[in-house]
């Protein structure tokens, strides 16, 4: 492909992503690097993975898993503390798109409109991670 899961790179290099990102660090000019949450997950840490490669991530694969396996679940229908890896992707300023990795099993039309539900969820939680504080005169 045109670049590469840093994830799957750092467990390629014993599940250290502190090792994928400082070889993303060198070679980000040359090479698009994308957060797969669900795979960070199994590393060791969605928001440490996300910080780590602050300013080279141009897209992530959201999906979520119960931190054993691949499982490619919906966002919310497995242990990926959302709430916390949303923060993590505002907090370093990510402006970029947020692609579900859908699963290939099960019935379509159920995860179509799981799929639905867990961008409307996910939304929610941007806008109020995005809105400003309101302050009172005093």
């Known amino acids: 492909g045109d670049g590469f899961d840093a994830v799957e790179l750092g467990a390629v290099l014993g599940g250290e992503v502190r090792e994928a990102a400082e070889l993303v660090h060198r070679v980000r000019e040359m090479v698009p690097v994308w957060v797969h949450e669900g795979h960070a997950h199994l590393t060791g840490g969605v928001t440490d993975a996300?910080?780590?490669?602050?300013g080279d991530i141009i897209t992530t694969h959201l999906h979520d898993n119960r931190g054993t396996g691949d499982d490619h679940l919906l966002p919310f229908d497995g242990t990926i503390d959302?709430?916390?890896?949303?923060?993590?992707?505002?907090k370093i300023g990510y402006a970029g798109p947020l692609i579900f990795e859908l699963p290939s099993h099960g019935d379509v039309t159920r995860t179509l409109a799981g799929a639905v539900s867990a961008r409307r969820r996910i939304q929610v939680i941007l806008d109020e991670l995005t809105a400003p504080f309101p302050f009172e005169d005093a």
């Open 82 to 90: 959302w709430l916390s890896t949303l923060f993590a992707l505002v």
């Open 50 to 54: 996300i910080e780590r490669l602050a």
